[in-house]
Every structure is written in C-alpha cells, then in structure tokens.
C-alpha cells in the first residue's frame, strides 16, 4: 500500500530481459540506502518488488501483464521515474490509499499553465470514467492528485500546484505523453460492491428489499431517548 506522495526522482539505467520478465535496474541513491531485497516499491505508479541492490542501484522485475497494462515497456535508459517505498505502521497518511495496481494508461490531451499553477488534462479509457467523482482522488504515475467537477466522460483535469511540479517529474509532461492511472479503491470498492482486502468487506449493493422505517428524532425523544435518567432509578 502506497500513499502516492512522490519520495525520490529515480533515474532508470537498464531493461533487460530476465528468464521472461524484464529486469529494470533504477538509480536512486536514498531509497536504495534504505530498501532489502523483497521490498515493494511503487515505480511510476507500479508496485514492484526488488529483487537485487548493488550501491545506490536497485533492481526490480516486471512480468508480461505489467507490460500490457502500463506504460513501463516505453520507458528508455536515462528516463526519470517516480519513487515511493510501501507505506508502513506508523506512517503518516497523507494523499490517499494507493494499490500500486495500475487500471490503465492515459494520454496527456491538454498542457495549461495558469499563474503558477499548470492545469492538465488526460483522456483515459471510458470504462474508468466511472471511477472518477467531483473533486475525489486519482493517481498520475504513482503521484496522488484531485481530479477536477467533472462531467467525466472520458477525461479528466488536474491542477499541479509548485509543490507538486517541484517534487515530481511533472514539468517534463507534454501534450500526447502516457500515463499510468490507478483510480481510487474506495471509489471502485462502492461502483462494484468488490470487497476491499485488508480494508473492510464489500458495500452492499443497493435492493428492491422491503427495509423497516426508521425512527424519527421526534419519536425517539417521546419515547424517553436522551432524557436524563432520575437518580437512583433503573
């Protein structure tokens, strides 16, 4: 589980093939001082595992499915990438729950830069679309961002703030870039009544069942609820 607050820029040196999965050796000199073989890291918005560390150099491994569903087998030697080491107890949870399992690859359709701030929209798959609400939260290559009110059809815009272009690789967006997006499990967990692992079982779907009526305030209060009890009395 990630946050997708963006810990460290890392800078891929090498994919090469592995026994059928592609190695990916990443340079990054804090997150590789502090991570052990068998770590999950999120690369891009990709939850990896790695697998070897040499120095300030770690290596991770994606199977062929990753490759489908991502935009990891564009990436060249040399790109930037964004780094975030797994949540842990205790960890303070800013940006919201991230998977680390991308839904799908979105396409960079506008670049506008108001004031300080850049204003980006992306084109996404209209099956995802569905899992964007009014001002709720998506992750762009692994970084925690507010969509825009919407309507979403099949795009959507967020708004970078300096912050966020300063700690990101964001500044080097442009217009027909992919994009790796994980929409927000909460808001999956509610439009499919899918159980949420690790996180509390499925919402319920709504039914035609016949349900009880509640009970007023009034009622409630008639019938003695949160009236003070006389003392000594039962």
Wanted: charged letters at 20%; proline letters at 4%.
């Amino acid at each position: 589980m990630f946050t997708g607050l963006i810990r460290e820029i890392g800078r891929l040196r090498t994919v090469r093939p592995a026994g059928g999965v592609l190695a990916v050796d990443i340079e990054a000199a804090q997150l590789a001082a502090t991570a052990t073989v068998g770590d999950s890291i999120a690369v891009n918005g990709i939850c990896l595992t790695v697998t070897r560390l040499a120095g300030s150099v770690f290596t991770v491994e994606a199977a062929a499915e990753t490759r489908r569903l991502t935009t990891l087998g564009a990436w060249r030697r040399g790109q930037k990438l964004h780094l975030e080491g797994a949540l842990r107890a205790g960890d303070a949870l800013d940006g919201h729950f991230v998977q680390g399992h991308v839904d799908g690859v979105g396409e960079v359709l506008k670049v506008r830069q108001v004031s300080r701030d850049w204003l980006v929209t992306i084109g996404l798959p209209g099956d995802l679309a569905r899992f964007l609400i009014p001002k709720g939260s998506v992750a762009v290559d692994g970084v925690s961002l507010t969509v825009d009110a919407g309507p979403h059809t099949d795009r959507f815009t967020v708004n970078l703030i300096p912050h966020s272009l300063d700690g990101t690789n964001f500044r080097a967006l442009r217009t027909g870039q992919n994009v790796n997006l994980e929409m927000d499990v909460l808001v999956k967990a509610v439009r499919t009544g899918q159980p949420l692992a690790g996180l509390g079982e499925a919402i319920p779907r709504a039914t035609t069942e016949k349900k009880s009526p509640g009970r007023t305030l009034e009622q409630l209060l008639a019938k003695g609820f949160g009236r003070p009890r006389p003392r000594g009395g039962k």
